[in-house]
């Protein structure tokens, strides 16, 4: 059982996708207040969170106006916020020759801007509370090992590590940390839709991956939830890989 989180209000964007599903769920379970967020409908937003207390705003995390409103509805209805999980991002599959400028503009404008808009928006929130904070962005393992046509995530998401870098040695004095979980293959989301259709993938993953397995979204949401715990009160600026190795046969070792 995850401790640690009972009672803080925490926003979670990409909250309809696997992973940010994942982490919904958990933290809920926990006892946290969570504003979920995502760009789908709300009726099909209520229709995979289920009936676990907290709340939904539809948000585009590519527009800031959307994103200060949605900060504004938790401040106005928690009357803070103590942690963000920015699991929001998109994945684009393109030969790096094939790339195109609106595929490019896009991947980076979720993954990357989105992160740093959010991040931003409910940092500027936190200082003026006067409250500690925590953030973790979501990564991934592929943000430091290049991967075949997937040039603009693997960008994005190299990115968004610094990002949580720069961003906890500024918001770090004021009590505001900020970590950045990494995840491996993940069975969810189009990876498990590419491996229903191709489990020969599946399989060569499987052998490749010291713990001879892939993940799952639990696996990930507790990671999170750990670092949004008081476990992790003096981690900042840190990558968490949750990868189950697979780095390691990448690296050669």
Known sequence: MVS???????????????????VTKLLQSAGAFVLASDVVATGEASHLLGSAPGEYVQCDVRRRSEVEALVGRAVATYGRIDALVAAAGIVRWTPALEVTEAVWDEVIAVNLTGGFTTAQVVAQAMRRQGTP???????SWIGDTPSRSLLPYCVSKAGLKMLSRCLALELGPIGI????????????????????TAPDRRAALEQVIPMGRLGVPRQVADCVAFLLSE?????TGATLVVDGG???????G
């Open 231 to 235: 476990a992790a009160e003096y981690v």
């Open 177 to 196: 940390r900020v970590n950045v979980v990494a995840p491996g293959v993940i069975d969810a989301g189009v990876s498990a839709k590419v491996f229903e």
């Open 133 to 139: 904070g925590s953030m973790v962005l979501i990564g």
């Open 4 to 22: 640690g989180v009972d009672g803080r209000v925490v926003l979670v964007t990409g909250a309809c996708g696997d992973l940010g599903l994942a």
């Open 246 to 252: 697979i780095r390691l046969a990448h690296d050669g």
